[in-house]
């Protein structure tokens, strides 16, 4: 004699079921699709690095060539800036500490992409005491965003641990993965606003053996002001 199984109950193991089933279907897509985006991360990773170290053997050529000809060889200007805030709230004009809530440098060690061009200058005079700044490479703009890289989704800082974040967020500017974007970076591309503005400020550590003097520039010896590629040694210490 079989057991009296009441309908309710059996309605609800038929939807466990299928619920299960439902997740197992999903899983088992989302695995096919991460080894699949792998593959395509993974070329463009390559393809960005041959870029690289295609453009670094170029520039290598063009100046011992020039050297050869007893010629000078101006490389192209850099198209980022990486700057970084050097000082607290303590005495800061309001007209500054606007400026510097514009360029997103809210506290103390803070670091921010700024495309290269007029207006950014104008803003750095303006602020220079406050902040140091220079041109970063492309293996340090790397290292930052891997290191300490946080994107603003929904206006909650999330680290990014994963590309699909990368791609939910970004996806409809061609910036699919982590690549993508340090490219989009590096060489200012054409959605650079959209890409720096996900990107939260870099919340880096004090430099280590710390500051050197805040109240004189770099060029006299102490911290603020531009760096040039000596920003780079900068960001090393301080990542």
């Known amino acids: ?12 193991q038929q939807r466990v ?46 100046f011992r060539d020039a050297r050869a000809k ?4 101006i490389p192209p200007e850099a198209k980022v800036l990486f700057v ?3 000082k607290g709230i303590n005495k800061i004009n309001p007209k500054v500490k606007t400026i510097l809530r514009l360029l997103r440098l809210r506290q103390l060690n803070n670091g921010v992409f700024m495309k290269v061009n007029t207006a950014t200058w104008q803003m750095l005079r303006r602020v220079e005491p406050y902040v140091t700044y220079g041109f970063p490479t492309r293996t340090m703009i790397s290292e930052l ?4 890289g946080f994107g603003k989704m929904n206006r909650s800082r999330i680290p990014l641990t994963d590309n ?17 974007l340090i490219e989009t970076i590096y060489n200012v591309g054409d959605n650079f606003k959209e890409a720096n503005n996900f990107l939260w400020p870099f919340k880096l550590s004090t430099p280590r053996g710390g500051w050197i003097n805040k109240n004189h520039s770099f060029q006299n ?19």
């Open 70 to 73: 007893g010629e000078f060889y």
């Open 84 to 86: 970084i805030r050097t």
């Open 221 to 239: 010896g102490g911290d603020w002001g531009n760096r040039e590629e000596e920003i780079n040694k900068l960001i090393k210490r301080m990542n």
């Open 145 to 148: 965003i891997y290191k300490r």
């Open 1 to 12: 004699m079989s057991s009296f199984v009441p309908e309710s109950f059996a309605k609800k």
């Open 17 to 62: 079921k299928k619920e299960e089933e439902e997740l197992l279907h999903a899983r088992k897509a989302k695995k096919e699709l991460v080894k699949k985006k792998r593959e395509e991360w993974l070329v463009k990773a390559r393809t960005y690095q041959e870029q690289e170290a295609k453009r670094i053997v170029d520039t290598v050529t063009k």
């Open 164 to 180: 699909f974040l990368i791609e939910n967020s970004l996806g409809k500017f061609n910036i699919t993965c982590i690549e993508d």
